[in-house]
């Protein structure tokens, strides 16, 4: 059972890190009260961003190519997470409709430019990032062994974005306000803040965490854009939800799908495992989901002004 | 623009236009000629009866799912699972087609059942949840989107595995198929089969529902405010269960049409684009069964001529989605044209342009959060 753990862990983080950061992105943008639907179009934007400029890299500067494309990932998503801020924030428009317009535009977009550049529509990445041990930190017992062997770069990066982006929303200015934007828009506008350019902050901030989270696959586990993200960003929504819109919460969430999600993929090769149809297993993420919903509905934690457009005529 | 139908079929026009300059400026930027690759593009949807006959085969899913969106979108609900509810409508179908030997008449008419009841209990559950626990039914029909997804991916190959594919299931017998030989004769031999009949009698029969019932009247009601046809005396619970059960029951007619109809077999691991283009063709079509009707033939018509275009041109056949895409964010900012529309015509009038803030999205307003 122990080794079984050992030997899924690492894929279980590889799996949850796009997830977490993705959903962070979503934290953001949902507490100063823009519905981000988009979140899986922005991964998409970011796996292209990210695989296209590493494959143009990669051969001139090995090691950094990496680097650079997960910072075009992310500036990238900030970019085209402006369309969704302009919509939503600009000209009131239905936050739903243009998110799914967002993540329509982002992957035929996308695919098409795919198409353009290689004839095939996948981009292809020669190398990915190396799982490394960390020093020290691997040889502790226990905890040494699960958490600090066979780590991706990125895993770390994701987790102090984590650190930092609790700290900046609950212990800043900035974060303060834009809670508030989320709470009360009113109120945060009589304060003297301008609801606007929080909001469009929050939506961008959401897009580069995004477009991160999609780099990231590409440099850990998938290494071919492929003109989809496969649902992960409707996961990550769908995680901010089951996390009752919290860093901690969302923390938990991504990895009980990352896990779970893990645990579906590797269970044909797990005796104890393979008996059990995979038909439960791959859907148990989803439906876990459904019932956290239900019984967290009474008391859910949504940000009060998620969703509405701020009109400074209204009381 | 007298009436705000009309407004809002005009705002869809400039959005279908400024989509198609997107895509223009997307040839060129790829270095081809966009003039040929539209008249490549119609061309190759259009020019002759077989053609004709695809688009129209292509539609029809784009139909059912384009309903199912707009009929939940008037009671104030989002059915973003229409790809969801059109694989359980295929796969009840397809189990309906591949078990009984019954004769033609007697299949068809069972398997459009099972796939109406499929897509309608699927969709139900959301409605539930929204009704009974306010589970805000985005995040629901997502997550029975995938449960479908996995559903369809372990059931096919267990139960009707193909001859020579694990991915897909065995053909349809041509006793279980939508294709008729009148109908395809008369289109010389296209995809086109009954289910763009069937298309046709649903959206007379949605605009009848909505337009002219008290049923209508009261989804209607719902979307515009909950709270006051809650006090008006109408049960909204029961209405949004009614509404999404609906929906879902037209998007797993469609998945029948599709699965059943344009093609003979369901494959596995394939989340059907056509729920997603549903939303785009019910906003487009400004939520009404005509409106529809025209939108879901135009979508047709671009992806029926994309393959052509491709083999003309050396365009990407994904030209035409990001043409839809373009035109699904036109019409969801159709404020700023609005605004643009207003200002024309205030000068027009030789009055000074007056700032507009008008919220213009079609739907109901939605109160509240999830």
Redesign the interface.
């Known amino acids: 059972m122990w080794s079984l753990i050992t030997q899924i862990f690492p894929y279980a983080v590889a799996f949850t890190i796009p997830l977490l950061i993705t959903s962070l992105g979503g934290l953001f943008s949902e507490r100063s009260g823009i519905?981000n639907?988009g979140l899986e179009g922005l991964m998409i934007i970011g796996m292209f961003t990210g695989a296209l400029t590493i494959s143009v890299l990669e051969i001139a500067m090995p090691g950094a190519a990496i680097w650079v494309g997960l910072l075009a990932a992310f500036i990238a998503g900030a970019l085209f997470a402006m369309?969704h801020a302009?919509?939503c924030i600009t000209?009131?428009?239905?936050q739903?409709?243009?998110g799914?317009?967002?993540?329509?535009?982002a992957?035929?977009?996308t695919?098409?430019l795919a198409?353009?550049i290689t004839g095939s529509?996948n981009i292809l990445i020669i190398h990915g990032l190396v799982r490394k041990d960390v020093p020290v930190l691997s040889a502790l017992p226990v905890i040494g062994r699960l958490v600090f062997t066979q780590t991706y770069a990125t895993t770390w990066l994701v987790l102090f974005l984590v650190v930092l982006s609790t700290f900046t929303l609950y212990k800043t200015k900035f974060g303060l306000r834009l809670r508030a934007c989320g709470e009360h828009p009113h109120a945060a506008d009589s304060a003297g803040i301008n609801v606007h350019l929080v909001r469009y902050l929050a939506v961008m901030i959401s897009g580069a965490f995004a477009g991160l989270g999609g780099a990231t696959v590409i440099v850990t586990y998938s290494g071919e854009f492929n003109g989809t993200a496969a649902?992960l960003g409707?996961l990550a929504?769908?995680a901010l939800?089951f996390g009752q819109w919290k860093p901690l919460g969302i923390l938990g969430a991504t990895f009980f799908f990352g896990f779970a999600s893990t645990v579906a993929n590797v269970s044909q090769a797990i005796p104890a495992l393979a008996k059990i149809?995979?038909?439960y297993l791959?859907?148990f993420p989803?439906?876990v989901?459904?019932i956290a919903?239900?019984l967290s509905?009474k008391s859910?934690q949504?940000?009060?002004?998620?969703?509405?457009?701020y009109?400074k005529?209204k009381r | 623009m007298t009436t705000r139908a009309g407004r809002e079929y005009i705002l869809s026009l400039v959005a279908i236009v400024l989509g198609l300059v997107a895509g223009a400026v997307?040839m060129l930027l790829?270095g081809n000629n966009p003039l040929l690759g539209y008249l490549y593009l119609f061309r190759g949807g259009l020019m002759n009866i077989e053609r004709l006959g695809n688009t129209l085969a292509t539609a029809t899913p784009l139909i059912f799912t384009g309903l199912s969106v707009a009929f939940a979108f008037r009671t104030g609900l989002?059915n973003?699972g229409a790809a969801g509810q059109m694989l359980i409508g295929g796969l009840c179908a397809t189990a309906v087609g591949l078990t009984f030997p019954w004769s033609r008449p007697v299949l068809l008419a069972a398997m459009l059942t099972a796939a109406l009841a499929g897509g309608g209990l699927w969709a139900a559950l959301p409605g539930w949840?929204k009704a009974r626990?306010?589970?805000?039914e985005?995040?629901?029909t997502?997550?029975?989107?995938?449960?479908a997804f996995?559903?369809v991916?372990?059931?096919v190959p267990r139960y009707f595995k193909g001859p020579f594919l694990e991915t897909e299931s065995q053909k349809l017998p041509d006793t279980a198929s939508l294709k008729t030989q009148w109908l395809s004769a008369l289109f010389n031999g296209s995809y086109i089969n009954l289910g763009i009949v069937l298309a046709i009698v649903f959206v007379a029969l949605t605009a009848f529902i909505l337009d002219q019932t008290t049923f209508g009247y009261e989804l209607k009601a719902v979307g515009f405010n909950r709270h006051a046809a809650g006090v008006a005396g109408i049960n909204v619970n029961r209405n949004l269960i009614l509404s999404m059960t609906i929906a879902g029951a037209l998007a797993g007619l469609g998945g029948a049409t599709f699965y059943a109809g344009y093609a003979s077999n369901m494959q596995i691991g394939v989340?059907p684009s056509q729920g997603?283009d549903g939303?785009?063709v019910s906003?487009l079509g400004a939520n009404s069964p005509l409106g529809v009707l025209g939108a879901a033939i135009f979508f047709g018509l671009l992806h029926t001529g994309k393959g052509f275009m491709n083999a003309m041109t050396r365009i990407?056949p994904?030209?035409a989605?990001?043409i839809?895409?373009?035109i699904?964010?036109f019409?969801?900012?159709s404020?700023?044209v609005e605004r643009v529309l207003d200002r024309l015509k205030r000068r027009r009038a030789g009055q000074l342009p007056v700032a507009a803030?008008r919220?213009?999205?079609a739907?109901p307003k939605?109160g509240?959060?999830?």
């Open positions: 519905v639907i369309l302009f919509a000209l009131n428009a239905n739903v409709i243009s799914i317009a967002v993540n329509m535009v992957g035929a977009l695919t098409y198409r353009n529509g649902g409707f929504l769908a939800i149809s995979g038909i791959k859907t989803y439906i989901t459904l919903l239900v509905s859910s949504a940000p009060k002004a998620l969703g509405e457009p009109d005529g | 997307l790829s989002f973003i949840l626990f306010n589970v805000h985005v995040v629901s997502i997550m029975m989107n995938w449960i996995w559903t991916f372990y059931m989340l997603f939303i785009a906003l990407p994904e030209i989605d990001t839809i895409a373009t699904i964010y019409a969801a900012t404020i700023m803030g919220d213009t999205i739907a939605k509240g959060a999830r």
